[in-house]
């Protein structure tokens, strides 16, 4: 018999609801007794902040941990920190947030769009060769959806060309690579506290490095050019306030001490669902085994193929699994280059050159994965039972049955 599905009144496959935050009283009275304290701000950049980094950093493994207002901004002081100039080259990904590759405009210089890999939508190591001119200074590698980049790969290239390569593991709190935390593996890497991350204080940032000298130019940057040992009314760079609040960082320490137990769960999990779908002809998971060893999950993704659905479009079928109760989304729509920041060219005061061309950018991988094949899952679902991973995989086979009866 077919199932009436949901999006048609039918009954919901999965009834109950996937909280984020998730947060309990320890919480609420650490936020509490910054309050009572009246020491709210943070103009030197210690108290509860400086806590909160120094455990960000033995959590990653790294020498240092900034803190920073949000993880564009993290990226944006990693960039400049490595001495970026007007024009340079900055490779990065096309199926990624926007801050990716605004922050290189910002910083002056040019993103690059390098293809991601068919099997797991990360910066494809083996076509960035090919991209790197005379003026290519870094790589942007965008751990996505929590997936580590394969990083040896990646650090021969660019040792091989003297380019730096700066991590954006803003999906990545936790889940690590051969062994070796995300954002602790290049030479710097960048995280997002803000509301959707897996770890969150609503908004947030933190860039973590072992290089001294990047290290004490983004500390500069984040503190008004101010430097270590200087004076209040002395700044050396053009540096901006970007510093988080006492209430950030006393909450993120709060939040810091589940991090690794939920990152377990969420890494379990995903490999749980991995297997369920992988039997289901028309879907199928990122594939694994490239060097991950914790994969944090902000995102489950899989692929999806329409034409084991009754050629059902894949905004459609992802209408159909939200409503039976899977929270999921289409992903991205188009790949980066086809904002309008890119085809209008609307740099606005950044200087970047005027050969630079994005109306005939074209990474194929990217826009099948746009177009066609990426659904997304959101992250606080993997902190569900293996049942709920269970009910996931029943609602596609329902909607699988459904489209094709009809
Ligand atoms: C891959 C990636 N990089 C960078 C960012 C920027 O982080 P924020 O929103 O904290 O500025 C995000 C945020 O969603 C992201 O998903």
């Known amino acids: 018999m077919r199932e009436e599905l949901a999006i048609n009144g039918g009954p919901k496959t999965v009834e109950r609801d996937f909280e984020w935050p998730l947060y309990d009283e320890t919480d609420v009275n650490c936020v509490a007794e910054i309050v009572r304290s009246g020491k709210w701000g943070n103009p030197d950049c210690g108290g509860e902040v400086a806590q909160f980094e120094k455990e960000f950093a033995e959590f990653c493994g790294t020498k240092y941990a900034l803190s920073c207002v949000n993880g564009s901004v993290a990226l944006r002081l990693a960039l400049i920190a490595c001495g970026v100039k007007p024009g340079d080259e900055v490779i ?7 801050a990716t590759a605004s922050i290189v405009i910002e910083a002056n210089c040019v993103p690059v769009f390098v293809d991601i890999d068919p099997r797991t939508y990360n910066l494809d190591a083996s076509k960035i060769e090919a991209a790197i001119t005379s003026r290519t200074k870094a790589i942007i590698p965008v751990h996505f959806a929590g997936q580590a980049c394969e990083m040896d790969e990646i650090l021969a290239v660019a040792a091989k060309n003297g380019l730096r390569v700066i991590e954006d593991a803003c999906h990545g709190h936790g889940a690590a690579y051969k062994g070796k935390k995300l954002g602790s593996i290049g030479d710097a890497g960048c995280f997002s506290f803000q509301s959707s991350k897996n770890l ?17 130019m983004m500390n500069s940057l984040r503190n008004v050019g101010r430097v270590e040992g200087g004076a209040w009314y ?7 306030n970007y510093r988080i609040t006492q209430f950030q960082a006393v909450l993120l320490s709060n939040q810091l001490k589940r991090l690794e137990e939920q990152t377990l769960k969420r890494h379990e ?4 669902l991995n297997e369920l779908l992988e039997a289901i002809e028309g879907i199928t998971p990122l594939t694994r085994g490239l060097g991950e060893t914790i994969h944090s999950y902000h995102i489950y993704i899989f692929k999806y193929d329409r034409s084991k659905f009754n050629g059902v479009s894949k905004v459609d079928f992802s209408k159909m699994l939200a409503a039976e109760g899977v929270p999921c989304f289409m992903g ?3 790949p980066l280059y086809k904002q309008p920041l890119f085809q209008n060219r609307n740099f606005m005061c950044y200087a970047i050159p005027e050969t630079v061309d994005y109306t005939n950018v074209c990474c194929p991988v990217t826009e099948k994965a746009c177009d066609e094949e990426a659904v997304w899952i959101f992250q606080n679902t993997m902190l569900g039972t293996k049942q ?4 996931f ?8 049955k459904s489209v094709n009866q009809s």
Not at 200 to 216: C, H, I, K, P, R
Not at 234 to 240: D, L, M
Not at 269 to 272: A, I, L, V
């Open 234 to 240: 002395e700044h050396h760079h053009a540096g901006c």
């Open 200 to 216: 969150t204080s609503g908004e947030g940032g933190m860039v973590v490095t072992n290089d001294d000298a990047l290290f004490q």
């Open 388 to 391: 709920d991973m269970e009910l």
């Open 269 to 272: 999990n995903g490999t749980y």
């Open 332 to 334: 991205y729509p188009q």
């Open 393 to 400: 995989a029943s609602a596609i086979v329902k909607i699988q």
């Open 92 to 98: 990065v990904p096309p199926y990624t947030f926007i």
